[in-house]
């Protein structure tokens, strides 16, 4: 039986092949999803899912002591995901802004619609 030395030690020859952990492939899909639409708000719900599958494709890929790949693109995986977010809570705050902003432009007039005659 020959052994086979990889980065983490001894390998069985048996042993299966290291391949790419499917966590971290559905996190860098979600994010890439939650980027294209960060636009309409609907972006931070992927995003979201991005980071939570991040978090557990990481401890995966350190328990499986190097039978999983991918760990290095964990961290642009996190950027991605943390700039739809970033995006998402930018609309809505300017969304917000505009809101308030249209509320204080009509404050000032009157709370009719016009139509009535005011007599004085």
């Known amino acids: 039986m020959a052994e086979v030395r990889?980065?983490?030690?001894?390998?069985?020859p048996d042993d299966p092949e290291p391949v790419e952990s499917t966590k971290v492939?559905?996190?860098?899909l979600?994010?890439?999803?939650?980027?294209?639409l960060s636009l309409f708000v609907g972006g931070v719900i992927p995003a979201v899912i991005?980071?939570?599958?991040?978090?557990?494709?990481e401890a995966d890929i350190r328990a499986s002591e190097g039978f999983l790949l991918g760990g290095s693109r964990l961290a642009s995986i996190r950027r991605q995901a943390?700039?739809?977010?970033g995006i998402?809570?930018?609309v809505v705050v300017a969304a917000l802004l505009f809101w308030v902003l249209e509320l204080a432009r009509t404050a000032g007039g009157?709370?009719?619609?016009?139509?009535?005659?005011?007599s004085g």
Request: glycine residues 14%.
């Open 82 to 85: 943390w700039t739809a977010i």
């Open 50 to 57: 991005a980071l939570v599958l991040a978090r557990q494709a």
């Open 25 to 28: 492939v559905a996190a860098r």
């Open 6 to 12: 990889g980065v983490f030690g001894v390998r069985h």
């Open 30 to 36: 979600l994010a890439g999803v939650g980027v294209a």
């Open 88 to 90: 998402g809570a930018a």
């Open 110 to 118: 009157p709370s009719y619609d016009g139509s009535v005659a005011v």
